[in-house]
């Protein structure tokens, strides 16, 4: 299978690479396993940074291997990083859905809670090509 490489690399560690093309205004997340809290929490909030500093309109969020969120990180996501992303750039978001059927759920919750998502398309798809040539279809 082939995988997405963007050409530049913003940050990388174990837990995650966030990567982004201005060019074509996407961004993307590839996350791995389980994840400290405070973990998560730097990790969104790079990648709304990335989104907003060079103002992205497209992302993919690899959660392949994602574990679950706790209670706590979902709230933190709901009240921290969705009216960062509602209100930003972004027009499009792809998720790769976790193999982690927990973690699946917990983003349901977190969608679910969300409300409106106005300018913003959510899209799940369970490989990251499919979810890419959505990505880059005209708006």
């Given at each position: 299978?082939?995988?997405?490489?963007?050409?530049?690399?913003?940050?990388?560690?174990?837990?995650?690479?966030?990567?982004?093309?201005?060019?074509?205004?996407?961004?993307?997340?590839?996350?791995?396993?389980?994840l400290?809290?405070?973990?998560?929490?730097?990790?969104?909030?790079?990648?709304?940074?990335?989104?907003?500093?060079y103002?992205?309109?497209?992302?993919?969020?690899?959660?392949?291997?994602?574990?679950?969120?706790?209670?706590?990180?979902?709230?933190?996501?709901?009240?921290?990083?969705?009216?960062?992303?509602?209100?930003g750039?972004?027009?499009?978001?792809?998720?790769?859905?976790?193999?982690?059927?927990?973690?699946?759920?917990?983003?349901?919750?977190?969608?679910?809670?969300?409300?409106?998502?106005?300018?913003?398309?959510?899209?799940?798809?369970?490989?990251?090509?499919?979810?890419?040539?959505?990505?880059?279809?005209?708006?």
């Amino acid at each position: 299978m082939m995988l997405l490489t963007l050409p530049k690399v913003y940050y990388e560690s174990y837990a995650v690479t966030i990567r982004y093309d201005e060019e074509q205004s996407l961004g993307m997340a590839v996350w791995q396993g389980k994840l400290r809290s405070e973990e998560i929490r730097e990790a969104i909030l790079l990648c709304g940074y990335v989104v907003e500093r060079y103002g992205l309109t497209r992302w993919l969020a690899d959660n392949r291997k994602m574990r679950a969120f706790s209670p706590e990180d979902q709230l933190w996501i709901l009240q921290n990083a969705v009216p960062q992303i509602l209100t930003g750039s972004l027009r499009r978001m792809a998720t790769v859905v976790s193999e982690d059927v927990q973690h699946t759920e917990s983003i349901a919750q977190i969608v679910e809670r969300t409300g409106d998502t106005a300018n913003l398309v959510l899209c799940d798809f369970s490989e990251q090509e499919a979810a890419v040539e959505w990505l880059l279809q005209e708006f």
